[in-house]
Nanobody
Framework: QVQFVESGGGLVQPGGSLRLSCAAS????????MGWYRQAPGKQRELVAS???????NYADSVKGRFTISRDNAKNTVYLQMNSLKTEDTAVYYC???????????????WGQGTPVTVSS
């Protein structure tokens, strides 16, 4: 059974930082590219960062230079370091495995609960 468990979200002031974690189980983690996604109220879920199995990274323009994605294959975990947070980063954040070159989620039936991030003064 494929499972993704996200954690690390919370309330933070603009300009602050958070580090999100996503623990994966039920998959051979180290062969998959992974992505962090977010869904703000009233909006569609969007991909914000991805990392290939070789640790090449890619970012949405809106977070480039502020967010850093990384992975620890020994722990089956992917991280998202978020710095210089803005109010528009407020969303529920999720992770999932993805196609390494296409914006295609590999386990769409296995989204986790997500971890909420609220950026507010």
């Amino acid at each position: 059974q494929v499972q993704f468990v996200e954690s690390g979200g919370g309330l933070v002031q603009p300009g602050g930082s958070l580090r999100l974690s996503c623990a994966a189980s039920g998959i051979i983690f180290n062969i998959y590219a992974m992505g962090w996604y977010r869904q703000a109220p009233g909006k569609q879920r969007e991909l914000v960062a991805s990392i290939t199995r070789g640790s090449s990274t890619n970012y949405a323009d809106s977070v480039k230079g502020r967010f850093t994605i990384s992975r620890d294959n020994a722990k089956n975990t992917v991280y998202l370091q978020m710095n210089s947070l803005k109010t528009e980063d407020t969303a529920v954040y999720y992770c999932n495995a993805k196609n390494p070159t296409l914006n295609l989620t590999l386990f769409p039936g296995s989204w986790g609960q997500g971890t909420p991030v609220t950026v507010s003064s």
